[in-house]
C-alpha cells in the first residue's frame, strides 16, 4: 500500500469521526441548537469573555447526573455561536464512579497522570490569587489523577480535584472540541500579550 493512499484513508477516517458528547448536548452545535434542549441557559444569562471572545453559562442543576453522580454545577462554553466546552462539577467522593463510567462507555482513557502536593498548592494559589497558610497546606492532597480520552477532533479530561475549589472537595469531567479550544486558547495568549505590549509602550 502506498503512501499516499494511507494518508488519504487516515484522513477520511479522522472526518468520519463524530465528537463525544453528553446526553443531548453535541460539541460543535450551534447555540441556538443547545438552548432549545437546555432551557437553564437563556440568552439573557450568557456572559461574554472579551479575551477569550467566547460567550458562556453556567448553571446548578438540581436533577442533572453523571454516572450516578450528582453534578453540582454545570458550565458551557460558545465560540463563534458554537458548542466547544461543557464541563460538570460533582464531588470527589464520586470521582472513582465517573471515571468507571467513562471506562465503560469510552474505553480505557488515552493518557493518565498523577500531580503531586507541590503542584496542587501551586494551582490554588495561582487560582485564588493568594498564598496559602500552613494550616490550609495541610488539607492539601498528596496527589492527583488527571484522565483524557481523545478521538482525534475532541477531547474528555478528568481532574480529580477541581483547580478552582480551594477545598480539594470537588472533581470536574470537561467535553472540549479540539479545534475551537485550541482557538479559545490563542485568543487568550493574544490578549495577554497585546496588554503586556500596551503596558511596555505606556512606559
Given at each position: 500500500?502506498?503512501?499516499?493512499?494511507?494518508?488519504?484513508?487516515?484522513?477520511?477516517?479522522?472526518?468520519a469521526?463524530?465528537?463525544?458528547?453528553?446526553?443531548?448536548?453535541v460539541?460543535?452545535?450551534?447555540?441556538?441548537?443547545?438552548?432549545?434542549?437546555?432551557?437553564?441557559?437563556?440568552?439573557?444569562k450568557?456572559?461574554?469573555d472579551?479575551?477569550?471572545?467566547?460567550?458562556?453559562?453556567?448553571?446548578?442543576?438540581?436533577t442533572?447526573?453523571?454516572g450516578?453522580?450528582?453534578?453540582?454545577e454545570?458550565?458551557?462554553?460558545?465560540?463563534?455561536?458554537?458548542?466547544?466546552?461543557?464541563?460538570?462539577?460533582?464531588?470527589?467522593?464520586?470521582?472513582?464512579?465517573?471515571?468507571?463510567?467513562?471506562?465503560?462507555?469510552?474505553?480505557?482513557?488515552?493518557?493518565?497522570?498523577?500531580?503531586?502536593?507541590?503542584?496542587?498548592?501551586?494551582?490554588?494559589?495561582?487560582?485564588?490569587?493568594?498564598?496559602?497558610?500552613?494550616?490550609?497546606r495541610?488539607?492539601?492532597?498528596l496527589?492527583?489523577?488527571?484522565?483524557e480520552?481523545?478521538?482525534?477532533?475532541?477531547?474528555?479530561?478528568?481532574?480529580?480535584?477541581?483547580?478552582?475549589?480551594?477545598?480539594?472537595?470537588?472533581?470536574?469531567?470537561?467535553?472540549?472540541l479540539?479545534?475551537?479550544?485550541?482557538?479559545?486558547?490563542?485568543?487568550?495568549?493574544?490578549?495577554?500579550n497585546?496588554?503586556?505590549?500596551k503596558?511596555?509602550?505606556?512606559?
Open positions: 500500500m502506498n503512501r499516499v493512499l494511507i494518508v488519504v484513508m487516515m484522513t477520511v477516517a479522522a472526518f469521526q463524530e465528537p463525544y458528547h453528553f446526553e443531548r448536548d460539541l460543535g452545535e450551534s447555540l441556538a441548537s443547545y438552548q432549545q434542549n437546555n432551557s437553564e441557559c437563556p440568552t439573557a450568557l456572559k461574554t472579551a479575551n477569550r471572545k467566547i460567550q458562556f453559562c453556567q448553571d446548578r442543576p438540581s442533572l447526573t453523571f450516578r453522580a450528582k453534578v453540582l454545570k458550565r458551557v462554553g460558545f465560540l463563534h455561536g458554537h458548542l466547544y466546552l461543557v464541563t460538570m462539577t460533582f464531588s470527589h467522593a464520586d470521582f472513582n464512579a465517573v471515571s468507571l463510567a467513562l471506562s465503560e462507555k469510552f474505553g480505557q482513557p488515552s493518557k493518565a497522570r498523577s500531580s503531586g502536593q507541590a503542584a496542587l498548592i501551586t494551582i490554588a494559589e495561582v487560582m485564588g490569587s493568594k498564598e496559602m497558610t500552613q494550616e490550609q495541610k488539607n492539601v492532597p496527589n492527583a489523577q488527571t484522565k480520552w481523545a478521538n482525534g477532533i475532541s477531547t474528555i479530561s478528568l481532574s480529580e480535584y477541581d483547580a478552582t475549589d480551594p477545598t480539594f472537595n470537588t472533581s470536574t469531567v470537561s467535553f472540549t479540539d479545534e475551537l479550544l485550541k482557538e479559545v486558547r490563542d485568543n487568550a495568549t493574544k490578549s495577554v497585546q496588554s503586556r505590549d503596558a511596555k509602550s505606556g512606559m
